[in-house]
């Protein structure tokens, strides 16, 4: 604080920062992998069913960042319906295909029981990742969560730079208590004390 502040000011940085912080304590380590590692379709699986529509949106040409301009992109619609105990079916997840380009994934929306949209993920352009080029990624992606109040982006600076397939040894993912703390085993079961 320069001292120049209002007391008004400070007690609207004081809500926005409680704000942001409840928003982040609705971030799950789910919700990422869910974004980055995909559960695959099953189209044999009982009572899933996949359609396939073709959608047009209207969006500011990306090539154009200085202008105004818009153009209209095609996708293709991979919806995949779950049937319900009472014998209809609802929307589980829709895959966007953008077209431009060759195809590839754009989008993805998850939906829960009542059909309210729970994630919505946006994977930018395909890029090359690692020094040999050989693994093609999205080098952007995006993460709503409308009901959490949260969005996340994730972005490669450098992809190229990334260390593929790289090997770790055994201890690299050991934490060692260096400074003797107590430990405590979470899985394990506590038998309650019997009273006297």
Excluded at 32 to 55: C, K, M, R, W
Aim: net charge negative; aromatic share 10%.
């Amino acid at each position: 604080m320069d001292g120049t502040s209002k007391p008004a000011d400070k007690k609207a940085k004081d809500n926005s920062e409680a704000q942001a912080v409840n928003v982040l304590s609705n971030l799950r380590p789910q919700h990422l992998t869910d974004a980055l590692l995909l559960n695959p379709i099953n189209a044999d699986a009982p009572g899933t069913f996949y359609v396939q529509s073709e959608f047009f949106e209207s969006e500011k040409d990306p090539a154009r960042t200085d202008s105004n301009k818009r153009v209209v992109r095609g996708y293709y619609f991979l919806d995949e319906l779950v049937v319900t105990a009472d014998k209809s079916a609802r929307l589980a997840r829709r895959f966007w295909f953008d077209r431009i380009g060759g195809i590839h994934l754009a989008r993805l929306q998850s939906f829960d029981e009542k059909g309210v949209l729970a994630n919505d993920v946006t994977y930018g352009a395909v890029t090359k990742f690692g020094a040999e080029g050989n693994v093609f990624l999205p080098g952007k992606i995006s993460l709503t969560r409308p009901h959490d109040q949260y969005k996340i982006t994730i972005s490669y600076q450098t992809p190229e730079s990334l260390t593929l397939d790289h090997e770790y040894p055994a201890d690299a993912f050991v934490l060692p208590n260096k400074w003797n703390l107590p430990e405590v085993d979470l899985d394990e079961k506590k038998n309650p004390q019997p009273k006297n």
